[in-house]
């Protein structure tokens, strides 16, 4: 026990992925074909896949996923009353709303850009085979009016249940506002909202301590369900689908902020480290909020005046990794088809998945509704998501990684140009090791 105690968190969790991964591809080679393993003991025959996969792997990692999205609408309406609240200049909300949109559809129309690129240069469906049975119901996708209108809570008891962000952020800012302006009794209430913030943020530390084995049951169940020779058959597509989010998350990111900000890349992606990695475990920007807030505040040295605002902004709209799936999707699908699409369309492409990136914020498969949304606007077959869908759950997991990467490093950009953040913490390399031995005792 002491051993663990001084190893960091990010080992931990690394330990457990490596374990959960080689477990998974353990039992499914012992599985192959069959449903159910059997080990004989004697009276009875002892199900493997039922008891650990179907049973504790599947009951531990669903736990640890409920655990982490049980804090996200108090941890997010807590920080955004209290980040609100205790600015000074009221136009100052408008100019963080406006700086971190504006950023974020920009590194979602490069992400896009450079991956359409990237996609036609390989071309990853030349001379794939189609399969016969595919298909796919696409659902209908809210307009951005709507969007726009549904912002704003009719009840905001059950946007919280619901767990309907943007109205949630909405209701938090109007909240906070008006506790600014309440005089004496406003800041009464400020101090509560203070104390609530210290317990929640305590919460988050002690779910972080148990996230190794969670991780450990989400990778463990994955790899021994995930069809490994569909990758195979899709390895072209599924190698340019990562290729451009390593891109992305490494080159473009690093590109952006040191221009906006003259800060070192090397050290805002190595203090990324944990929140990358459960991000990538999560496969949910959402779950995965409760870590990017603390890392953009106690590794990256953000106010939590700015990053209560754009980091639950960043996991709602902000979805480059999703952009990027959708480009080389598009890219693939179409020439899987044989359809020729003009410069005219690929433009229509990026422009329609920026937007889309906004106006389908918090609809539940909102990748695959956005995709479907693209394909419809170039004429491509909806049918054709069917044929990428065995490995997007795979791909899901490290396109949420670079979307967390993009909502910590627009934090950054921001809090920086509003001098509302702090370079000494940035700059320490000791920050984050700080961080992660006060979750190890």
Do not use: W
């Amino acid at each position: 026990m002491q051993i663990n105690n001084k190893m960091s968190l990010t080992t931990r969790i690394m330990i457990g992925m490596i374990a959960g991964v080689a477990v998974g591809l353990l039992l499914q080679a012992l599985l192959g074909d069959q449903k159910e393993l059997f080990i004989p003991l004697g009276l009875f025959d002892f199900p493997i896949k039922s008891v650990f996969v179907d049973g504790f792997f599947h009951i531990g990692g669903q736990i640890f996923i409920a655990s982490l999205k049980m804090l996200v609408v108090p941890l997010v309406f807590i920080s955004l009353v209290c980040g609100t609240c205790s600015l000074s200049d009221p136009k100052k909300l408008g100019r963080l709303g406006g700086k971190s949109i504006g950023l974020y559809l920009i590194t979602t129309a490069v992400a896009i850009t450079v991956t359409i690129s990237l996609a036609l240069l390989v071309s990853p469906g030349v001379g794939h085979a189609i399969p016969t049975n595919a298909s796919f119901d696409a659902k209908q996708a809210p307009t951005l009016v709507e969007v726009i209108i549904n912002m704003f809570p009719t009840n905001p008891i059950n946007a919280m249940a619901e767990g309907n962000m943007l109205q949630v952020i909405v209701f938090a800012l109007l909240f906070g506002i008006s506790m600014a302006l309440s005089g004496e009794a406003g800041k009464r209430v400020s101090a509560v909202f203070d104390d609530l913030n210290t317990v929640i943020l305590k919460l988050v530390t002690l779910l972080m301590n148990l996230a190794p084995y969670g991780i450990f049951c989400l990778m463990a169940k994955l790899f021994t369900t995930i069809d490994i020779d569909l990758i195979y058959a899709l390895a072209k597509y599924f190698l340019v689908v990562v290729a451009a989010l390593l891109i992305h998350g490494f080159i473009n990111y690093s590109i952006i902020l040191k221009v906006l900000t003259g800060l070192n890349p090397i050290t805002f992606l190595r203090k990324m480290k944990d929140a990358c990695l459960f991000a990538f475990s999560t496969s949910s920007s959402s779950a995965t909020m409760p870590i990017t807030l603390e890392t953009a505040t106690k590794k990256l040295g953000a106010h939590n005046s700015v990053a209560s605002f754009t980091v639950p902004l960043g996991a709602t709209i902000n979805m480059d990794g999703t952009a990027i799936m959708q480009g080389v999707a598009t890219v693939f699908i179409a020439q899987v088809f044989a359809v020729d699409l003009t410069l005219s369309d690929y433009l229509m492409v990026i422009l329609t998945a920026t937007l889309a990136s906004v106006g389908t914020a918090g609809v539940p498969g909102v990748g695959l509704i956005m995709l479907a949304m693209v394909l419809n606007q170039v004429g491509l077959p909806v049918e054709g998501i069917a044929i990428i869908m065995g490995v997007d759950r795979l791909l899901d997991m490290t396109r949420t990684a670079v979307n967390v990467t993009g909502d910590c490093m627009v934090t950054c950009v921001v809090a920086k140009s509003e001098k509302e953040f702090e370079v000494e913490i940035f700059n320490d390399p000791n920050a984050a090791k700080a961080l992660e031995d006060y979750k190890s005792l």
